[in-house]
Structures are given as C-alpha cells and as structure tokens.
C-alpha cells in the first residue's frame, strides 16, 4: 500500500492549537476507514480519532479524554487527513500516528487497520 506521512508535529504550550497532517497519496480517501492514534512512553497505544469509510454522512469518533478539543477532517482533493487539535494539555504529549484501511465503520482500535504511518512526535509543556 501507499505510505502514510503524517507532518505537523513539534512543541507547543498548554492551552494552544496544532494541527496534525497525514499525506495519503494514491489514495481516495473516501474509500477508507481512517483515524489518528498516539503513543506516549510507557503507555499503551490510543486511538485517538476515527472517521469512517463514505464521502456523505462520514462517521466521527473520539476518545473520551480529547472530545470537544480534537477534531479529525480530511480532503479528499488533497488526499490529506487531519487532526485539528485545540486546548492541548500536556498530558497529549505523544507520538501521534495515522491509519488507514480500505471500507469500514470508525473504529478506535489498532486492529481494524493495515496500514500506518511513520508517527510524528506531539510536545505539550505547561
């Protein structure tokens, strides 16, 4: 499969705004199930964001700890994903990943996806 590349990581204060970027070239990323998951030390992986596989009525969902903060979107022009992440704490500090896989509902679980991205590392400081 084509690979994922996601960019927009770095540092950034508590209380500010980043947004995550995943480049899906070759894809039409309509056709997948997408979703964003982080990583932080010693922790076990997250799912962070899901949007379903559809152009219309795409389905979205969060993990309990970033509803009403993070926002996941993408272009599909552009074939990019996006994770629109405002009021950030620093406990979202982690190695953030995107994942696809071809059809299918939003799913926070790893398992439901073949194909991964390097990750891009995400530094909140208080």
């Known amino acids: 499969q084509a690979p994922l590349v996601e960019s927009g990581g770095g540092s950034v204060q508590a209380g500010g705004s980043l947004t995550l970027s995943c480049a899906a070239s070759g894809y039409t990323v309509s056709w997948y199930l997408m979703g964003w998951f982080r990583q932080a030390p010693g922790k076990e992986r997250e799912g962070v964001a899901s949007?379903?596989?559809?152009?219309?009525?795409?389905?979205?969902i969060y993990a309990d700890s970033v509803k009403g903060r993070f926002t996941i979107s993408r272009a599909g022009a552009k074939r990019m994903l996006y994770l629109q992440r405002d009021g950030v704490k620093p406990e979202d500090t982690a190695m953030y990943y995107c994942a696809t896989k071809l059809g299918g509902g939003a799913s926070r679980r790893g398992s439901e996806y073949d194909n991964w991205g390097q990750g891009t590392q995400v530094t909140v400081s208080s």
């Open positions: 949007i379903s596989a559809g152009r219309e009525g795409a389905n979205e």
